[in-house]
């Protein structure tokens, strides 16, 4: 099993920024995809970034604004800039391996709220 908790949402303005973090613990020796979905009320979730062995994704709605990096083999951030009132949504943080079936797994989410 793996746990994620995810860190650093909060209240910005629009053209604000804010840093998601995400801890993950428990067996990640192959773990290599980590990333970030986003869910608005009314709305499905939706894929915001992964980064997956060094490579990363993006939505489209967040290039150039958003960056996802990995600084451990247990932590996965996203830095989010520029950010517009329709980025608000609880974020989750996901890990899974592309090498044997494990996960995917969820953390519990954080709000991010950007007010106009």
């Known amino acids: 099993q793996v746990q994620l908790v995810e860190s650093g949402g909060g209240l910005v303005q629009a053209g604000g920024s804010l840093r998601l973090s995400c801890a993950a613990s428990?067996?990640?020796?192959?773990?290599?995809?980590m990333g970030w979905y986003r869910q608005a009320p009314g709305k499905q979730r939706e894929l915001v970034a992964t980064?997956?062995?060094?490579?990363t994704n993006y939505a489209d709605s967040v290039k150039d604004r958003f960056t996802i990096s990995r600084d451990s083999a247990n932590r996965v951030n996203l830095q989010m800039n520029s950010l517009k009132p329709e980025d608000t949504a609880v974020y989750y943080c996901?890990?899974?391996?592309?090498?044997?079936?494990?996960?995917?797994?969820w953390g519990q989410g954080t709000q991010v709220t950007v007010s106009s």
């Open positions: 996901n890990a899974d391996s592309t090498i044997i079936e494990q996960g995917p797994y």
């Open positions: 428990g067996r990640i020796f192959n773990i290599n995809r």
């Open positions: 980064i997956t062995s060094g490579i």
